[in-house]
Each structure stands twice: as structure tokens, then as C-alpha cells.
């Protein structure tokens, strides 16, 4: 989940988009799991994971889930599942999918689905990219990326999740007049997100006064990164970018 850790073993997934050879650098696991943890890795994860279909073929987002949901709504790295599971929560009739390798997290969200009985709620545990490649153009209202990994010595930059490639793919993703949504408690981020996003045409930041970047999205949950970030003094930007229509 840190950003620097060299030692880990390299994700094994080859190229899948284009110019994205891969974007998961992080943790695969960490503390030891709980026995309910393994439990419901081993009997609700595999109701929940999106399979993918056979290579050059898309998913159907909707009927992934049980019930007919008024939209579909992506978050990439949702680390331990606080805002999903509050968005799920608040927003029954959307259904959301949550692509996350980090298995501590995917048990941590898993619990939060069991205990709040949440049908609305389907998980990716392998790179986001790789699911982004599954997914057909113009078929989710949002997708959002919370406190991506900083990577921010100047040689790991290249790792970050936002490239012009991934940024073209969320574009494409999403219907005309979905959002985009991204926070990050790391300036160089919010402005390297920036720079790629004014060179992607299908993406419009739809800020006009700095409350639209210094103040949280509306209804806003919060994650477990921002509020580490805030208890140590780093000030959060929220960016938020609209598809042209
Ligand atoms: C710094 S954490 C933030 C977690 C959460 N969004 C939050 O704000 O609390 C970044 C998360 O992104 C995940 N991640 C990194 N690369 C990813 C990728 N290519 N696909 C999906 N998740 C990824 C990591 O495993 C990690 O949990």
C-alpha cells in the first residue's frame, strides 16, 4: 500500500491496454488474515469478483449485479473499503464496483458488504487496468481514484496510476457527463493530474473558485488516507473532471 517497496514481487499480468503495461506496484498482502477474513475471501469473494470475459470482449456493468441499478459507478484502489461501502450504503440503486489487490483491503470490504447486507456492492481484485480494458466505452457515471500511491521519488514516477493512457481509458469509460473524480494530499499529484487531464479532450476539470479543489465533494465520506493525511497537517485537493457530452 506505501509507495517504495522495491522488494515486493512485480504483478504478472502483461500489457492489456496500449501504452499501459501495468499499474499495480503496491502490496499484495499484509498482516497475517483473520479466520472470518479467510472465510469470506473463500465463500463471498467469488460471488462478488467480476469475471472477464474472453479477450477483445466486454463486460455488461449492469447486470453484474442483482438488481437494477440507475447507474454504475467504478473506484480504482479503494485501500480498506471506507468510501465504498459508505457510497453503497447511501446510494442503493448504484451499483458500484471496486477494483483493489490489496487482500487485507478486499477482506476489509467484504466484511463492510456482509454486515451492512450490501447487494450493490462487486470487487476486482487484480489491477484496475485490467478491468478498465473489460469495460465498454461510455457505460459508467463515475469513477473515482482516492489517495493513488504518491510514488514520489522522481524514478518512480512513472509508476503513478495517472498517465495519459489510464486517463483516456476513464474517459472512454464513461458516459457523456460522468464524472471523474480524484483526491490526492500530494500537491505534485493533484498538479501531474492536472497537466494529463488538460491533454486529455474528453475530460473538462469542472472547477471555477479554489472551494472546488480545496473543500471535499459533496456528501463526501472521507478515506482512511485522508484522514491520516489531515491529522498530519497535509491539506487534501479534490479534483473533478466532467466528460464532454
Ligand atoms: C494510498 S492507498 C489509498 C486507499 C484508499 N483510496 C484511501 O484513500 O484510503 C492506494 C491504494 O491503491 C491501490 N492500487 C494501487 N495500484 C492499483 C491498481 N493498479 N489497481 C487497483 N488498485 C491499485 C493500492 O493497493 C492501495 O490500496
Redesign the pocket.
Known sequence: ??AGRDDLPPYDGGAVVEGID??????RKGKRLRAGQEHRLAELLPHLRVSLPVAGEYIDPPSLFPHQTDEVWL??????G??LAAQATQNPNVGIIG????VN?VAKILRAVDDAELRNVRIWD????VLLAAIPDASLTRVYL?????WPKRRQRKRR?VSDETLAEIARVLKPGGVFRF?SDIDDYAGWTLVRAARCEALTWTAALAVDWNQAFLGWPG????AKAIAAGRAPTYLEFRRAG
Open positions: 500500500m506505501e501495468r499499474a499495480f506496484y503496491g502490496r473506484e480504482i484502489g479503494f485501500g480498506g471506507e468510501h477494483a483493489e489487490p490489496f483491503g487484480e489491477d484496475a487496468t482516492l489517495y493513488p500511491d504518491p496510476f483526491a478515506t482512511r488516507y485522508e
